[in-house]
Each structure stands twice: as C-alpha cells, then as structure tokens.
C-alpha cells in the first residue's frame, strides 16, 4: 500500500493567495484527518470525516480554512485568502473502522505539506 | 489546563540508558491511549498502543493507569536511533485523537 499521499510536499506563497492542500486516504480507511502542526501550538486536529461525511469541524480556525471530501479517495483543505500565521505543516491521517462503529485508532500520516505564507 | 500534557524533555541520555516519560490526561472517560513517535521533519508515526494490563514490545514498555490518569512510556538500552519526539495521544471518542505536545528525546554515543 502506498500510505496516506499528500500533495504539494512544500508550498510558498503570499499572504492573499489561495492555498489548496490535497490528500489521499489509505484505501479501504473510513475516518480522515486535517492536522496543523507548529513549533507554537504543536499538532492540532482541524476537522475530520468519516465516510466521506464532516463529523468535527471545531478546530477549524476560521472561516478562511474549509474542507471537503468529495469521494472516499480524495480531501482537500483550503486556505483563501492565507496569511503567514497559517504557515506551518499540514498533516492528513487516516484511520479504519472496526465492528462495533469505532475506529481502530491508529492514525495512519501522510507526509505533510509544509506550507510557507510570506 | 491542555487535554494531554507531557513534560517536554529535551531528555538527553547515553546510550544504554534507561528512560521513561509520563502524560497526563484530563478526561476520565477516555477510551484508547497511544504512543506515537515523530522523528524530525517527518510524520507521526504509531509506536505502540497502551492497554490497561500494560504491554511490551521489545526495549519499549507502555503503562496506562487509569486511577491517576497518566500513561507511561519506558525504553530500556536506549539506542542513537531511539532519538525522536514521542507524542502521547489520547482517544476520547471514536475517531476523534488528541495529541501532547511532545516529549524529545536524545540519545547520545
């Protein structure tokens, strides 16, 4: 299995500019999720989705930030307009459900996308 | 007072060192408890889950107790590669995780 694949691996832009962050869940996985990580604020979860519906967006930091899941394969999360405080590492995770209607709870990382806003 | 707090190190050991970090957590109904390690620049990566009898995996014993609310992470013969920060998380429902901060660990020759 390929793992969690997120893209861009690295973006940098300007402050204004809309930011698209995109993810590929572990096939087969129910639950996905949006994590930031800063040295500041450490790993913070953003929203996450399970099959394929929005179950938490409170961590969401403002009306800026916005996320979908359109098929069982594919989020995005989507930053317009950004500004440098958004800049950290984005982290999508997935997690498969068991019998019983919880998730296992071993999220699965992808990469990250490190995103830079100047 | 955070979800999850773990002491944030750094701890700085030689090798063959015995080391445990401790996390503390607030929610007396959590569910499921995990130890993630993170090397730097990477992701998270599951280390081992905490079970209430305790388990072992190798160099690496986790405790969950649940009384006091702390879950423990001891590594023994600490190696150079042990070196990483480890992240105490916390289940309080289905799906849903929250992670400390962080506890960083150097292991030196």
């Known amino acids: 299995d390929a793992g969690v694949i997120q893209s861009p691996r690295h973006e940098v832009t300007e402050m204004g500019q809309e930011v698209t962050l995109r993810c590929k869940p572990i096939?087969?996985?129910?639950?996905l999720f949006w994590y930031r990580q800063t040295m500041m604020r450490g790993l913070e979860l953003l929203i996450y989705?399970?099959?394929?519906?929005?179950?938490?967006d409170s961590g969401m930091p403002e009306d800026r930030f916005s996320a979908k899941m359109p098929n069982a394969s594919f989020s995005t999360l989507k930053i317009q307009p950004s500004e440098p405080r958004d800049s950290a590492v984005y982290f999508c995770?997935?997690?498969?459900?068991?019998?019983?209607?919880?998730?296992?709870?071993?999220?699965?990382f992808g990469p990250g996308t490190r995103l830079t806003v100047l | 007072r955070k979800e999850v707090e773990q002491d944030p190190g750094p701890f700085n050991v030689p090798e063959g060192a015995t080391v445990a970090f401790n996390c503390t957590y607030s929610?007396?109904?959590?569910?499921?408890f995990f130890w993630y390690r993170q090397d730097c620049r990477k992701e998270p990566k599951l280390l081992m889950s905490?079970?209430?009898s305790g388990n072992e995996d190798g160099r690496f014993t986790a405790q969950l107790n649940r009384a006091s609310q702390y879950i423990s992470l001891l590594i023994r013969d600490s190696k150079l590669s042990d070196s990483a920060t480890y992240l105490c998380?916390?289940?309080?429902?289905?799906?849903?995780?929250?992670f400390g901060d962080g506890t960083t660990l150097t292991v030196k020759p």
């Open positions: 096939s087969g996985h129910d639950y």
């Open positions: 995770a997935s997690s498969l459900v068991i019998a019983g209607g919880s998730s296992t709870d071993t999220q699965y």
């Open positions: 929610n007396s109904a959590s569910q499921s």
């Open positions: 905490v079970y209430s």
């Open positions: 998380v916390v289940n309080f429902n289905a799906g849903k995780s929250t």
């Open positions: 989705f399970n099959n394929n519906v929005p179950i938490d």
